[in-house]
């Protein structure tokens, strides 16, 4: 590759949203997720995120307790190490099931971040969890907390990577936006989302929402999701996607398992924060 002249416009970092079909087999999951993060390193990605569950779908939400690890050690976390360092790549785990001390019953439901060399660098527990009656024909209805710990309403988590200052949260924390603004305030400049929406309410507000984040806190959203029908019956809404900080959809991949990818350009983001500075213009809850 030809070296950047002085003239040449600078080589921005690029970022990827991973979109898959999880299974109950955590095996066959992680195979599929080294596949598709190998494909977002070959495309030139620095960092990727895989959606949340993506290491087990299960048919039932209990099924998920038995592959509950301690926090630092386990397969999945060993996995996701060893994949960072030997792809030399910065990889969101959209959440890993971590055990709960003295609560056999319930996992933290927990968005990793392994840098490039194998480090665990950060960790967001999911707050906001989701315990709703969809308003559709099927009457579905979901209750995460009977196997989910909620996350400490104060444990926000924004660390640095060579794409920009990311923020950690997990799909249902999407209508909350608090949070997001709690986190741009302390520095975010990209916004992690890993979902398993529902095909109900993403075709509803998947996208609203993500563009709305982006758009009121002018950050990218990185937001990589799962697809399709899972085992139990279950449908994910898909359309991963990274949105830029003026609402823009830079990539998305409507469905099917792939990789979303776009490029991140910081210093373009500070120079729209000053020259339209909502941020800083803010009166109410300062």
């Not at 939400?61 to 996701?80: S, Y």
């Not at 999407?174 to 520095?187: D, I, K, Q």
């Not at 029908?229 to 830029?244: A, D, E, F, K």
């Not at 823009?248 to 339209?276: I, K």
């Amino acid at each position: 590759m030809a070296e950047p002249t002085p003239d040449s416009p600078p080589i921005l970092p690029m970022i990827s949203a991973i979109q898959m079909n999880s299974t109950p087999v955590v095996a066959d999951n992680l195979a599929t997720a080294a596949r598709l993060l190998a494909e977002a390193a070959e495309a030139g990605a620095v960092l990727a995120a895989l959606p949340e569950n993506f290491s087990i779908m299960g048919a039932k939400e209990t099924d998920k307790l038995a592959h509950a690890e301690a926090f630092g050690r386990g397969p999945i976390q060993d996995w996701l190490a060893e994949t960072a360092q030997r792809l030399g790549l910065w990889i969101v785990a959209g959440t890993v099931p971590v055990a709960v001390d003295g609560d056999p019953g319930r996992v933290w439901a927990a968005s990793l971040v392994f840098d490039a060399g194998g480090v665990q660098r950060a960790r967001y527990d999911k707050i906001h969890l989701f315990d709703v009656d969809v308003p559709s024909a099927s009457g579905e209805r979901y209750r995460e907390s009977r196997t989910i710990a909620h996350g400490d309403p104060a444990g926000f988590a924004v660390v640095e990577t060579p794409a920009g200052k990311l923020g950690l949260s997990v799909c249902y924390d999407l209508r909350f936006p608090e949070l997001y603004r709690e986190l741009a305030a302390r520095g975010a400049e990209i916004l992690c989302v890993p979902a398993a929406f529902t095909a109900k309410t993403g075709l509803a507000h998947w996208e609203i929402l993500l563009r709305a984040r982006a758009i009121e806190n002018q950050v990218y959203v990185l937001a990589p999701g799962e697809t399709g029908t899972h085992s139990g019956g279950r449908q994910t809404w898909g359309h991963s996607m990274i949105v830029g900080p003026w609402g823009e959809v830079l990539a998305c991949l409507p469905e099917g398992e792939g990789v979303a990818t776009a490029s991140v350009d910081v210093p373009a983001l500070h120079r729209l924060r000053a020259g339209f500075p909502n941020l800083s213009q803010r009166r109410i809850g300062v």
